[in-house]
């Protein structure tokens, strides 16, 4: 992996190297197995070449050799004899044997009688049984090499606890910029900062500026935070440590802390570079008092990232950035000036921000001439841009299995109501059960026309959908909205109970149908009541308890608030006030106009689908104003 071209320490003793530096993985043979090598060439050249040869013949003939006085010395052993032959006729060197000794004790006698030279040979049992105990303990000491080398090794393992699991990027290995960021250009102009200290640090030190030690990037799920930490390193040109929150902690105590030590000393080696911890809140939750008084893991990790950032010399080029969703549940002294000095809010797109996010995410796409997307970006307001990234991807896939040539408008049309509203599924309801579905969403669409100030009905369909959704009304804004009047809160509310009160009015009965509906309406009401102060009879008091996720959109439980038991009878009472009269509106509504709502559910049997213009066209309304925002799909 190249290494990071950074500038010489006037302190540093490390030898140059002419620029490289040795690969990683790259190993030197140990001196030691040279040595046993030399050692196993040794004896075996002994064992074939140096010792001179012997013929080993049967008992038989060496008794037979004794009588003819060919024998001129022999040792006996335990096992084997061994001895000198005379030499052959016209040869002067003699001849070596050996044979196995067998039990003949007249074996003394014949050589004393033949007059030849014999010794005895102790027994010698020292290599058999150094071999008997040296060579399974050289294979358990092998073996025991082997796998404390993979568990020490650069993939983690036991013997590597201590050590950081951050991937490093080299500048050369970061191809992401600006240029593939698009959608957040305040986030983007904010980070152009960081960005230009690193490319030239002296142009801030000289004035006696710091530039900030964090960069804390904050946001809902899926809106490029890690992508823009990668676009500030490929543009900086710098390293690239990139982490999760979750990889520091493990059950034995002690390793995160080691690993925070060890990420800050390799970012030192490599500084400038930017080490990006993602996921913050995995490690840096607010610290509170443990069951017996001790300190979590979680805890000692989080104190020893406290004390490296603060530690850290910032004059060295060493920039931590960090990503989170959850801001509200860090602990405050990782947020206080010296430590994340600056929190960069991104946000998800708006319509032109989403129009630059699909331009990039089609580049590598073949686009009929009829797609346009600008009007796609108008009909997808609430996307994040891994949304975008996935419509982009579910509108290729639909046209390549529609076997068409290119991407065209209906694959991305087809690609929004799949990402909304769910898979389309294919299940026969009975003719009673779609009458009372078409009913229904009638209801939503007719209630939708009726009241003023609310968003033009973009689709209608009693096709089923997604998990238990028989049907769906779709709304588009005319254009992007970050505030709701209380006028336009009672008209969701009235929206909502549409399609149960469509029901009553047409059947004279409910359904379970209005589940999603109920339960959307009783949100909407109580967050007016509790935390907008829109009711006359509680006053302008906020009852929330401020546990709310900012970007996480998850329904969080009912909690008690700090009021009394007649404050929250009063709450109860006004939510179900506001539900009740949003509902006599809409019954009301519907009531009065009973003719359209039977012809529009008629038309819905029958076509199933209606598009928002052939609707206006049915109830004979003014067309609506250019779509600008997403789909709100109603049960």
């Known amino acids: 992996m190249p290494t990071p071209k950074t500038q010489p320490d006037a302190n540093s003793r490390e030898p140059r190297t002419g620029g490289r530096r040795p690969r990683f993985g790259s190993r030197r043979p140990a001196p030691l197995w040279y040595a046993l090598l030399v050692v196993l060439v040794l004896l075996v050249v002994q064992a074939y070449f140096l010792v001179p040869s012997t013929q080993t013949i049967p008992y038989s003939q060496f008794k037979s050799l004794l009588q003819q006085g060919q024998v001129t010395e022999a040792v006996v052993g335990d096992e084997t004899i061994t001895g000198t032959l005379k030499p052959e006729d016209g040869k002067t060197a003699p001849r070596q044997f050996q044979t196995t000794r067998i039990d003949d004790p007249k074996l003394v006698e014949e050589l004393d009688a033949a007059h030849v030279k014999y010794s005895g040979a102790a027994a010698n049992h020292w290599l058999p049984d150094l071999l008997g105990w040296f060579l399974p303990l050289a294979v358990f000491v092998g073996i025991w090499l082997f796998f404390l080398r993979r568990m020490s090794g650069a993939q983690g393992g036991v013997m590597s606890f201590a050590r950081s699991k951050a991937k490093i990027y080299a500048e050369d290995d970061v191809k992401v910029s600006f240029a593939d960021v698009a959608g957040i250009d305040e986030a983007e102009d904010e980070l152009r900062e960081i960005v230009d200290f690193l490319k030239h640090p002296a142009k801030y030190t000289s004035l006696g500026g710091r530039i900030p030690k964090g960069v804390l990037l904050v946001g809902p799920p899926g809106t490029g935070k890690t992508l823009l930490a990668r676009a500030v390193a490929g543009e900086a040109k710098v390293p690239f440590f990139s982490l999760s929150g979750s990889e520091f902690v493990e059950m034995f105590v002690g390793v995160g802390a080691a690993r925070v030590r060890d990420l800050f000393a390799q970012a030192e080696v490599k500084a400038p570079c930017i080490v990006f911890i993602d996921e913050l809140d995995a490690l840096g939750k607010v610290r509170v008092p443990g069951a017996f008084g001790g300190h979590e893991e979680r805890e000692q990790t989080l104190n020893q990232l406290l004390a490296e950032m603060d530690g850290f010399d910032p004059r060295k080029g060493v920039i931590i950035m960090a990503a989170t969703n959850r801001p509200e549940v860090l602990d405050p002294a990782l947020l206080r000036p010296g430590r994340f000095d600056r929190q960069v809010l991104v946000d998800k797109p708006d319509a032109r921000g989403r129009e630059a996010i699909l331009a990039i995410h089609t580049r590598q796409v073949r686009l009929a001439e009829d797609v346009d997307l ?42 929004i109501d799949r990402l909304v509203a769910g898979l389309e599924k294919k299940r026969v309801m009975s003719p009673k059960e779609r009458r009372i579905v078409a009913y229904h969403e009638s209801g939503h669409a007719l209630v939708a026309t009726s009241v003023p100030g609310l968003d033009p009905v973009h689709k209608i369909s009693i096709v089923q959908r997604g998990f238990g959704a028989l049907g769906y009304t779709m709304q588009l804004p005319v254009e992007e909205r970050y505030l709701m009047t209380r006028a336009d809160l009672l008209g969701q509310l009235a929206v909502l109970l549409g399609g149960r009160s469509a029901e009553e009015v047409a059947f004279g009965e409910i359904s379970t149908g209005a589940q999603n509906d109920l339960q959307r309406a009783t949100d909407i009401a109580r967050a007016m009541v509790t935390e907008y102060g829109m009711s006359d009879a509680l006053g302008t008091v906020s009852f929330e308890n401020g546990h709310r996720s900012r970007f996480l959109e998850v329904g969080m439980p009912p909690e008690r608030g700090a009021y009394s038991e007649e404050t929250a009878r009063l709450i109860d009472a006004e939510v179900k006030r506001l539900v009740g009269e949003a509902h006599q509106r809409a019954r009301d509504i519907l009531t009065a106009d009973r003719a359209r709502l039977d012809l529009l559910s008629a038309r819905l049997l029958e076509k199933e689908v209606l598009e928002g213009e052939e609707l206006r066209a049915l109830l004979g309304l003014p067309e609506a104003g250019p779509s600008a925002a997403s789909p709100a799909p109603l049960g």
């Open 374 to 415: 600008k009007i796609v970006a108008a009909r997808t307001v609430g996307f994040a841009g891994a949304d975008l990234a996935n419509l982009v991807n579910e509108a290729a896939l639909l046209a390549a299995r529609r076997d068409r040539k290119a991407v065209d408008m209906a694959a991305f049309e087809e690609a």
